[in-house]
């Protein structure tokens, strides 16, 4: 038999001795996925294969050198979740750091190597979700259940970012922007408080005061003295940027919002650390709660501007 052949069949052999030891010997989550990738693997190969002229030794070849990699990647390497395109160059680049640490060749495998890999990692996630739901108490349901979590997770905060500030908000905030800006003064949070206690519809004010009569004026005369506080040079940025901004998008999306509006805004400032945030809960103690409630109670109004007295008749 060619040399070349004995080394690859040696090579499928040893990997695949390796996930015999661990089938019997790991915990059942680890003999889960080591099912879950061998089964990922032998279907890479076949749709790979049925592409290309290969023979069956490529194919136990190619076998081999999946399993050996898969045996030496890391967790992190193969995600429970079906993989982006855009992220593919450096899926890419890690599989083939991968293959170049276990002394292989990206270049000479018996099949295309990225269509491999690709076919592979979806196969994972495929096998993954079959697997985990397939029967009571799955020990892959878990990881499985958390990685798509977490992965709704992250396009809720995509989406979420997505969703600006209404009109009014809009321009106080450019207010506040521009007056910083002018004054060479960085925008902080005080700045964004302020801003919002000005909106013409008195949103966030009647928050204010639905905590405690006067308590919005009394806030907005301690907002102007820190207007005088020295603080760092204006530095440019997009309200997205912000913190708080970003926590008010979320409570927008929650809460089928299609526009942040001030008591969101005020709530994205009252669930953000920050000094100024500190400072609320010092002076207000258990009434920040009244006031959290208060906005809360607040982030669905919309005003009607209804058209007044137009009438389609013939004169």
């Known amino acids: 038999m060619d040399p070349v052949v004995v ?3 040696g090579t499928a052999g040893s990997a695949l001795s390796r996930y015999a030891v661990r089938a019997t010997l790991g915990s059942a989550r680890r003999r889960a996925l080591d099912g879950v990738y061998r089964r990922a693997i032998q279907r890479a190969v076949d749709e790979v294969s049925a592409d290309e002229g290969t023979t069956g030794l490529d194919l136990v070849h190619a076998v081999g050198l999946l399993e050996q ?3 030496a990647a890391a967790e992190g390497d193969l995600p429970l979740l079906e993989p982006e395109e855009a ?3 450096a899926t890419m680049r890690r599989w083939r750091e991968i293959a170049t640490e276990q002394g292989l ?3 000479t495998f018996p099949l295309p190597f990225e269509k491999l890999i690709d ?3 979806r196969g994972v996630a495929e096998e993954a979700l079959h697997t985990a739901v397939d029967g009571d108490g799955n020990p892959l349901f878990p990881a499985v259940a958390a990685a798509h979590l977490a992965d709704l997770r992250h396009s809720m905060r995509t989406l979420a970012r997505t969703i600006p500030p209404d009109g009014r908000v809009r321009e106080v905030l450019r207010a506040a922007y521009e007056a910083c800006r002018d004054r060479d003064r960085m925008l902080l949070t005080p700045d964004v408080l302020l801003a919002l206690l000005h909106l013409p519809d008195d949103s966030v004010t009647a928050c204010f005061e639905a905590v405690r009569s ?3 004026l009394r806030i907005i005369r301690a907002l102007r003295r820190f207007q005088d506080t020295p ?3 204006f530095r440019p940025f997009e309200w997205v940027e912000r913190p708080e901004m970003r926590q008010a998008q979320m409570y927008a999306w929650v809460h089928g919002a299609i526009t942040v509006n001030g008591p969101l805004l005020l709530l994205g400032i009252l669930d953000t650390p920050s000094n100024t945030r500190d400072a609320l809960v010092a002076n207000l103690g ?3 709660e009244d006031l959290r409630h208060a906005a809360m109670s607040r982030i669905s109004v919309v005003v009607q501007q209804r058209t007044p007295g137009i009438a389609f008749e013939d004169e």
């Open 7 to 9: 080394r690859a069949v």
């Open 69 to 71: 990699m898969v045996s």
């Open 87 to 89: 992220g593919k160059d």
């Open 105 to 107: 060749d990206s270049q």
């Open 119 to 121: 076919r592979m990692l």
């Open 214 to 216: 006067g308590l919005s």
């Open 231 to 233: 603080v760092g040079a």
């Open 286 to 288: 258990e009434s920040i």
